[in-house]
């Protein structure tokens, strides 16, 4: 399963894993991005994909996206936790709706989707779950109190859960990773010909996706910190 695979990261690691042979479900904000994603991935990769709209935020859609994954397929064994954005401006500028949003949609969503993850892999008598967290959750910046927050909570939690379940089989590490070629914040839209050459492309954390997912059962990589080889000065 991976959350927001409509675009950008998500869509990256959905296809990759897809590529790899994984039956992969995908939720995003919309019926229509999860349709036409879901056509698109098809297309591209041969594979199995399914997908349903959900907002990660909300507990009630989580609960009936896990019912779907659980109906279509008969369980989960992997959970990339995507869902994320960005709005940055200063405190006194940020407005409680847009504070609420991000802590709901980037923290709070990785909690609802561990919390029916969790039963669902313990059936299975094991599993994986990765966060897409960020460099922002341990490097502060101005303008970005609440995506700060947000992310510095995804690492902290991740940490935790890491401990509650690593003797029931059930890896769980995040990955951080610093500037990327999406448009994720809608203060910063991108289209689709606009690419940073010196910026990591989602293409970069999928294949870091992969490369946990390989790793043996004896060995888990808790964190992993990805920053661009050459930033712009």
């Known amino acids: 399963m991976v959350t927001w695979a409509t675009r950008g990261i998500g869509r990256a690691i959905a296809q990759a894993l897809a590529r790899a042979g994984a039956r992969v479900t995908i939720c995003g904000r919309t019926a229509e991005t999860v349709e036409q994603a879901v056509a698109e991935l098809r297309a591209a990769t041969e594979g199995s994909i399914l997908g349903q709209a959900a907002d990660v935020s909300n507990w009630h859609d989580v609960r009936s996206f896990f019912d779907f994954v659980e109906r279509q397929t008969g369980g989960l064994d992997i959970l990339i936790n995507n869902a994320g ?132 059962d004896r060995t888990l990589v808790s964190r992993v910190e990805m920053r661009p080889s050459r930033p712009a000065k």
């Open 85 to 216: 954005l960005g709005i940055f401006r200063s405190v006194a500028d940020l407005e409680p709706e847009e504070w609420r949003r991000q802590i709901d949609l980037n923290l709070s969503g990785v909690y609802y989707c561990c919390r029916q993850a969790v039963p669902l892999m313990r059936r299975r008598s094991g599993g994986y779950i990765i966060q897409i967290s960020s460099l922002a959750g341990k490097n502060a910046f101005a303008g970005g109190a609440a995506y700060n927050a947000s992310k510095f909570g995804v690492n902290g939690f991740s940490e935790a859960i890491m401990q509650d379940l690593r003797y029931e089989n059930i890896r769980v590490s995040y990955i951080m990773p610093g500037s990327v070629d999406t448009d994720f914040s809608p203060s910063t839209p991108r289209t689709s010909t606009q690419r940073s050459t010196w910026k990591i492309q989602p293409e970069d954390v999928a294949q870091v996706v992969l490369n946990l997912l390989q790793m043996p």
